[in-house]
């Protein structure tokens, strides 16, 4: 069964750092592009960011570019999204999500919430002071 888990949410102040992992089993991660995904209460998903299967290309949204940095470790089939300077907008749930594509689409990835095939369940990121 493939599986994505999330980890790493907690409550931080204003201006504060986490660092979100999402760990694959049941499947490698060498072959998906993965993306980060949060929702907030009452509004849609959005993207925020995602990594290529080859690591070497990487999207972010325009909200949280500068602040965070998304990052992929194939030996341990882990993607981890490091968050910094930290809002209270940044607030919500974080979802990774992974992409099969084929291998001519190696430095592909779009932060399209449809694209996304397997999804983990999600981990809450609360700023507030």
């Known amino acids: 069964q493939l599986q994505l888990v999330e980890s790493g949410g907690g409550l931080v102040q204003p201006g504060g750092s986490l660092r979100l992992s999402c760990a694959a089993s049941?499947?490698?991660?060498?072959?998906?592009?993965i993306g980060w995904f949060r929702q907030a209460p009452g509004k849609e998903r959005e993207g925020v960011s995602c990594?290529?299967?080859?690591?070497?290309?990487?999207n972010y949204a325009d909200s949280v570019k500068g602040r965070f940095t998304i990052s992929r470790d194939n030996g341990k089939n882990t993607v981890y999204l490091q968050m910094n300077s930290l809002k209270p907008e940044d607030t919500a749930i974080y979802y990774c999500?992974?992409?099969?594509?084929?291998?001519?689409?190696?430095?592909?990835?779009?932060?399209?919430?449809?694209?996304?095939?397997?999804w983990g369940q999600g981990t809450l990121v609360t700023v507030s002071s």
């Open positions: 999500a992974a992409d099969r594509l084929p291998s001519t689409f190696q430095d592909v990835c779009v932060m399209t919430v449809r694209y996304f095939e397997v």
């Open positions: 049941g499947f490698t991660l060498d072959y998906y592009a």
């Open positions: 990594i290529s299967s080859s690591g070497g290309r990487t």
